[in-house]
């Protein structure tokens, strides 16, 4: 399939011919011809020189969010009582955490090869961002409120004694008792500042992935503005080339 982009008057015509051969239906060749032209490909140089390494600083952030989500997510997960049942029969720490590391290293892309294509594709994934870190702070508050170890001093589980013994110390089991009240308060602490902080986290994300879709909508209209300045100046100088004639 060949591809050719003609432009007049603020126009852009697309005009692409497709292959009667081919066993793929007319909307793949139409995104295949356009993932292989070179209008879509070809790295921009004016793209890559406004480019001030603020994409790259925003990608690794979100590199480091999405490793920490999953990272997190492992102990809220196996840790009983950590997690609701959202967390258990959804996993979202994990997937939400790739999608996070994936427009990190689409966002580090398109700062060191920023073709229209690529830009493009910035943007989608980022918009989408949005609605995953608005996702993941409704689900972290949720399960930072459902967190529950209402297992660790359960008297069937821990206090086994009076099974086995006719009479056990009345004093030993408030003692042990006493002692996992307080190793179950610390444990729910951590694991409510573990889930805390992933809202933070999923916070930072949502500010980070507006940042790059805001740095890639001013490429995209820098880009288009280019065009425009050059063909300002050549109607500036053009009396004086006259006159110089």
């Not at 126009?11 to 209008?39: A, E, F, H």
């Not at 969010?65 to 997190?72: D, S």
């Not at 949502?206 to 740095?215: D, I, M, N, P, R």
Request: aromatic fraction near 10%; charge should be neutral; hydrophobic fraction near 45%.
């Amino acid at each position: 399939m060949s591809v050719s982009i003609s432009k007049a008057d603020g126009v852009t015509m697309l005009t692409m011919t497709s292959d009667p051969d081919s066993v793929c239906p007319p909307l793949c060749q139409v995104l295949k011809g356009l993932c292989y032209s070179p209008v879509c490909c070809t790295v921009s140089r004016h793209m890559k020189r406004i480019q001030t390494g603020s994409l790259s600083a925003l990608g690794t952030l979100q590199i480091l969010i999405g490793l920490f989500n999953i990272a997190l997510g492992v102990i809220l997960s196996t840790w009983g009582g950590g997690s609701d049942w959202r967390m258990d029969f959804t996993g979202y720490p994990y997937w939400m955490g790739g999608f996070f590391v994936l427009f990190g290293v689409v966002c580090i892309l398109t700062e060191k090869f920023p073709s229209p294509c690529l830009v493009f594709l910035h943007l989608a994934l980022h918009l989408c961002g949005v609605g995953f870190a608005i996702a993941a702070i409704v689900l972290y508050s949720i399960n930072t409120a459902n967190v529950r170890l209402w297992w660790m001093c359960n008297e069937d589980r821990y206090w086994y004694r009076r099974h086995t013994t006719p009479s056990p110390n009345p004093e030993l089991t408030a003692m042990l008792k006493d002692r996992c009240l307080e190793a179950q308060a610390l444990s729910l602490a951590l694991l409510r500042s573990i889930s805390s902080l992933l809202i933070v986290l999923s916070v930072v994300e949502l500010c980070v992935v507006l940042s790059a879709f805001v740095f890639g909508v001013k490429s995209m209209r820098s880009r288009e503005e280019k065009p425009k300045q050059a063909a300002a100046d050549l109607d500036q100088y053009q009396p004086l080339l006259q006159d110089a004639a």
